[in-house]
């Protein structure tokens, strides 16, 4: 027995070992309730062993890819998706592509995984709430709700689980251009009030006009997988390729706080990471920007072609007068714009003992200045 892919390649590593994994689980967990695993119990080594010879002889034949990370959205990806209306603000009257920013900031703020129960969030399971005294609104996950926190891979309750404790918060940036809890709110008024998903079909034909009518969405719940493509399908209709995914949104998130040196607790709060280790799997890589950056670095020393003059204190004899010789020649370089000045300054010993550093002497020292 194998496991191909339609085409007959193979999956790579990440996707085998989940395999195993889910086969160990549904092996473990009722009503199968087998006392062994398959990953970690000793009478399954060989068995293990040959997966890993497997895995190592298909990357050394090149029949499998490497493991891609989700990468981060660059700031040059979101003015994108912006310039070519994917994300609009809230006074936009395409109600698709209202949902879409609404349903990008909500997983942006709250460090929502790409599919992960998002299906079934309701229009309660957001709260709106505002500060003491300035009152600047501010959107939460309503904890005090059924369903308004559910469980998740990290956190799945029960008596041998923990809840998920992600409290994040979503502000709203009076005065900015892209203001989420205006979006949040404008989308959330255009519900339709027979549903409670808080993801709707939204409406068309000749009929609906958005324009005058209030309601935008039907009562039929966005598609599992329409949810879970959203940030794909926004991604591809930019131009945007290869395009990014859900999860490169949470991936967003962490690489957003962690770049602003928040500590692991507190990104953790937002997110609902178990654990610091599983955090750090999101910045073990740099994000595009520094990439770049690395990349601009070396093309800068590869193109490195301004002439290098440098400027040479040498010794010279004492005059009868104890002072220096004097100075060299004047030369300018005519090869290109930049005038560069060559002057080979002659010092005594006498002349160094109470000038440049007072008891101290130069012997065979070169100084370069570079101009530019």
């Not at 002072?323 to 002349?351: M, P, R």
């Amino acid at each position: 027995m194998s496991a191909r892919k339609q085409d007959g390649s193979y999956y790579n590593k990440a996707t085998l070992t989940s395999i195993r994994a889910a086969i160990d689980r549904h092996l473990r967990n009722e009503p199968n309730s087998k006392p062994f695993s398959i990953i970690g119990d000793s009478e399954f080594t060989e068995a293990n062993k040959a997966l890993n010879s497997l895995l190592k002889s298909l990357s050394k034949s090149g029949e499998i890819c490497s493991t891609v990370h989700k990468p981060a959205l660059t700031v040059e990806a979101v003015a994108k998706l912006y310039e070519v209306g994917e994300l609009v603000d809230a006074s936009s009257l395409d109600p698709k592509k209202l949902q879409q920013t609404a349903w990008f900031f909500i997983t942006l703020y709250f460090g929502r995984r790409g599919r992960e129960n998002q299906r079934q969030l309701t229009k309660s399971s957001l709260k709106l709430s505002k500060t003491p005294n300035s009152g600047l609104e501010y959107y939460e996950l309503n904890r005090e709700a059924p369903g308004g926190v559910f469980s998740t891979k990290n956190h799945q309750g029960g008596l041998d689980g923990s809840d998920d404790p992600s409290d994040g918060k979503m502000f709203e940036s009076k005065g900015l251009a892209h203001c989420p809890v205006a979006v949040v709110k404008a989308y959330l008024s255009h519900l339709n009030p027979k549903c409670e998903a808080l993801f709707q079909k939204p409406l068309s034909g000749a009929k609906f006009n958005p324009s005058s009518d209030v309601i935008w969405y039907s009562t039929v719940p966005l598609g599992h997988n329409t949810i879970g493509h959203m940030m794909k399908n926004m991604s591809l209709q930019a131009g945007i390729n290869p395009p990014f995914t859900n999860h490169c949104v949470r991936s967003t998130t962490v690489n957003i706080l962690s770049s602003r040196n928040m500590k692991n607790r507190h990104i953790r709060a937002v997110t609902g990471h178990k654990s610091d280790a599983s955090l750090e799997s999101y910045n073990d890589r740099p994000t595009f920007e520094q990439f770049q950056d690395m990349s601009s670095a070396i093309t800068e020393f590869v193109n490195l072609s301004k002439p290098q003059v440098a400027l040479r204190p040498v010794l010279a004899p004492v005059n009868s007068a104890g002072s220096a010789a004097g100075l060299s020649a004047i030369q300018s370089n005519t090869s290109t714009d930049i005038q560069v000045v060559q002057e080979n300054i002659q010092f005594s010993t006498q002349s160094c003992e109470h000038g440049i550093i007072s008891g101290g002497s130069f012997a065979n020292c070169s100084f370069n200045f570079h101009f530019k």
